[in-house]
C-alpha cells in the first residue's frame, strides 16, 4: 500500500511561485506524476518523473514554468511552479503509477494524494 501526503498549495498572486511536495510511504520503484482540477473541468496532466528522474514530461501549459524533481531518500517528489497565472488555479494531486514509465495517463496511476489547493488571483 502506498499513502500519498501533499503540501506547499495556498494563495498567491500571479506571477508568483509555490513549491508542492508529494510525501510518499510504503512501496518505492514508482513512476510520480502531478494533476490538477479546476471547477467544473476535467483533471488534466501537469508533469510526471520516472523512478530515477531520467525521465520528466510537462503539459504544454506549464512547460517552462513548472519542474517536477525527486528525492528518492526521502521518497518526496516537487512541483515547482513558476510565472503562475490565473489559470493555474485548481486542485492538483501526486499520484504514483506502477511499472509504467512516465505515464500521463490518470488511469494508469495506482495511487492517488488527497489534492492540495492553488489559488492564483489575477
Known amino acids: 500500500q502506498v499513502q500519498l501526503v501533499e503540501s506547499g498549495g495556498g494563495l498567491v498572486h500571479s506571477g508568483g511561485s509555490l513549491r508542492l511536495s508529494c510525501a510518499a510511504s510504503?512501496?518505492?520503484?514508482?513512476?510520480m506524476g502531478w494533476f490538477r482540477q479546476a471547477p467544473g473541468k476535467e483533471r488534466e496532466f501537469v508533469a510526471v518523473?520516472?523512478?530515477?528522474?531520467?525521465?520528466?514530461r510537462y503539459a504544454d501549459s506549464v512547460k517552462g514554468r513548472f519542474t517536477i524533481s525527486r528525492d528518492n531518500a526521502k521518497n518526496t517528489v516537487y512541483l515547482q511552479m513558476n510565472s503562475l497565472k490565473a489559470e493555474d488555479t485548481a486542485v492538483y494531486s501526486c499520484?504514483?503509477?506502477?511499472?509504467?514509465?512516465?505515464?500521463?495517463?490518470?488511469?494508469?496511476?495506482?495511487?492517488w494524494g488527497q489534492g492540495t489547493q492553488v489559488t492564483v488571483s489575477s
Open positions: 499520484a504514483a503509477a506502477f511499472g509504467k514509465s512516465a505515464t500521463q495517463s490518470p488511469y494508469e496511476y495506482d495511487y
Open positions: 510504503g512501496r518505492t520503484f514508482y513512476t
Open positions: 518523473i520516472s523512478y530515477g528522474g531520467t525521465i520528466t
